[in-house]
């Protein structure tokens, strides 16, 4: 499907994007916060009112609430320039200051995709998971298996382990430290529970199809697919069959300053502790 769409979030202008492409955003954004726009169009449209999404979203989305009032003009302007380009879109009535709408990147964006982020998150979380096992054994005076156990074996063990571990904490807390680090929010399908049965269900496809359940070469496979389905789809396989939702905020850059530290210092303390328990047992 070629890129031929354009969409809006009513302060900015995106594409030209896939269908697909679009589709995510409208899931992450909410319909009513999402215009759409392709060569032909009068002017910005509702996904609603464009037969190629409303099909898609009546079934998953509710209707869209009544406009906001204004003091004038159409959420739509019109354009009197050439059929090829892309309309003006009229600010957000909260919108305290009028501002100047960008100029589109003529580029495809994954900019909201955010698959590196997603990535690194997950390697925090096993970072966490990792410190928390070597302080388990050593609480019950019983010696790690990180010191001289098999890195493949190793590997294949904690990934495995940390499946549930992942489930619990996005049960009990809503978030992983990962997560919340990198601002990323998972969300199941509208009506669905947030059970630990979801969240495990979630937790082994990402371990399965996105991680190869940690066998050497395998793993990269898998990643190469999910990045690609994640980029060209604008969702994960096993987050389009599941229905889950994944959005991102907006990292600080005293956020990202918080996340090399965060790093840092578990790599620190997992050294020092394996150190620690050599030196014992």
Same mark, same amino acid.
């Given at each position: 499907?070629?890129?031929?769409?354009?969409?809006?979030?009513?302060?900015?202008?995106?594409?030209?994007?896939?269908?697909?492409?679009?589709?995510?955003?409208?899931?992450?954004?909410?319909?009513?916060?999402?215009?759409?726009?392709?060569?032909?169009?009068?002017?910005?449209?509702?996904?609603?009112?464009?037969?190629?999404?409303?099909?898609?979203?009546?079934?998953?989305?509710?209707?869209?609430?009544?406009?906001?009032? !204004?003091?004038? =003009?159409?959420?739509?302007? @019109? $354009?009197?320039?050439?059929?090829?380009?892309? /309309? %003006?879109?009229?600010? +957000?009535?909260?919108?305290?200051?009028?501002?100047?709408?960008?100029?589109?990147?003529?580029?495809?964006?994954?900019?909201?995709?955010?698959?590196?982020?997603?990535?690194?998150?997950?390697?925090?979380?096993?970072?966490?998971?990792?410190?928390?096992?070597?302080?388990?054994?050593?609480?019950?005076?019983?010696?790690?298996?990180?010191?001289?156990?098999?890195?493949?074996?190793?590997?294949?063990?904690?990934?495995?382990?940390?499946?549930?571990?992942?489930?619990?904490?996005? !049960?009990?807390? =809503?978030?992983?430290?990962? @997560? $919340?680090?990198?601002?990323?929010?998972?969300? /199941? %399908?509208?009506?669905? +529970?947030?059970?630990?049965?979801?969240?495990?269900?979630?937790?082994?496809?990402?371990?399965?199809?996105?991680?190869?359940?940690?066998?050497?070469?395998?793993?990269?496979?898998?990643?190469?697919?999910?990045?690609?389905?994640?980029?060209?789809?604008?969702?994960?396989?096993?987050?389009?069959?599941?229905?889950?939702?994944?959005?991102?905020?907006?990292?600080?850059?005293?956020?990202?300053?918080?996340?090399?530290?965060?790093?840092?210092?578990?790599?620190?303390?997992?050294?020092?502790?394996?150190?620690?328990?050599?030196?014992?047992?």
């Amino acid at each position: 499907m070629s890129g031929d769409w354009f969409y809006s979030d009513r302060e900015k202008k995106f594409g030209p994007c896939t269908a697909q492409e679009v589709l995510a955003q409208i899931r992450e954004s909410g319909v009513e916060n999402i215009l759409v726009w392709k060569n032909g169009f009068d002017g910005w449209e509702s996904p609603l009112d464009v037969a190629e999404f409303a099909s898609e979203l009546t079934q998953e989305l509710p209707p869209i609430p009544p406009p906001l009032p !204004t003091s004038g =003009g159409s959420v739509a302007e @019109k $354009t009197s320039k050439s059929a090829g380009s892309v /309309p %003006a879109v009229e600010q +957000n009535p909260e919108q305290h200051e009028a501002s100047i709408v960008d100029s589109i990147d003529q580029e495809k964006t994954v900019s909201t995709l955010h698959p590196w982020r997603r990535y690194f998150a997950r390697t925090l979380d096993v970072f966490f998971f990792c410190m928390l096992l070597i302080l388990l054994f050593a609480a019950v005076g019983v010696p790690s298996f990180f010191e001289d156990s098999n890195d493949i074996l190793l590997n294949l063990l904690l990934l495995a382990a940390y499946v549930p571990f992942e489930a619990f904490c996005m !049960t009990a807390f =809503g978030t992983t430290l990962g @997560k $919340t680090l990198y601002k990323i929010s998972v969300k /199941p %399908a509208s009506g669905s +529970n947030r059970t630990f049965a979801n969240y495990l269900s979630r937790a082994v496809q990402v371990w399965f199809r996105g991680l190869g359940i940690g066998i050497p070469f395998v793993v990269l496979v898998t990643q190469i697919f999910a990045y690609r389905n994640l980029r060209d789809k604008g969702q994960t396989s096993w987050d389009r069959d599941g229905g889950w939702t994944v959005s991102h905020g907006t990292l600080s850059g005293g956020r990202w300053l918080l996340i090399i530290a965060s790093y840092l210092g578990f790599i620190t303390v997992m050294m020092a502790l394996i150190a620690a328990e050599s030196a014992a047992f």
